[in-house]
């Protein structure tokens, strides 16, 4: 028995990136490139997430002070002020 279903996706431009594959004979069909896109997709999703969890622990780790939001937020719309300002463009 099968543990998978078939389906239809529509891939516009991506089609011709699957077409050369299969043309080169580096893939039997269709449904192989894209299990190996999908298997791709997941180790760079992995790697990303490896990336943030330790930005997260280095963030969790820095025995410096943390930053009052609103003050940080403040700050954020005074540059952006600024910067709207001197585009000519006032809020």
Same mark, same amino acid.
């Given at each position: 028995?099968?543990?998978?279903?078939?389906?239809?996706?529509?891939?516009?431009?991506?089609?011709?990136?699957?077409?050369?594959?299969?043309?080169?004979?580096?893939?039997?069909?269709?449904?192989?490139?894209? +299990?190996? @896109?999908?298997?791709?997709? /997941? &180790?760079?999703?992995?790697?990303?997430?490896?990336? %943030?969890? *330790?930005?997260?622990? #280095?963030?969790?780790?820095?025995?410096?002070?943390? +930053?009052? @939001?609103?003050?940080?937020? /403040? &700050?954020?719309?005074?540059?952006?002020?600024?910067? %709207?300002? *001197?585009?000519?463009? #006032?809020?």
């Amino acid at each position: 028995m099968r543990s998978s279903r078939p389906i239809t996706v529509t891939l516009g431009n991506q089609q011709r990136g699957v077409d050369a594959r299969l043309e080169s004979g580096a893939y039997d069909s269709a449904s192989e490139v894209l +299990r190996a @896109a999908l298997r791709a997709l /997941d &180790r760079e999703e992995e790697v990303i997430n490896q990336i %943030m969890r *330790a930005k997260i622990q #280095e963030a969790l780790d820095d025995p410096r002070p943390g +930053r009052d @939001a609103d003050e940080v937020f /403040d &700050r954020i719309k005074r540059i952006h002020a600024e910067r %709207m300002k *001197a585009a000519g463009r #006032e809020l």
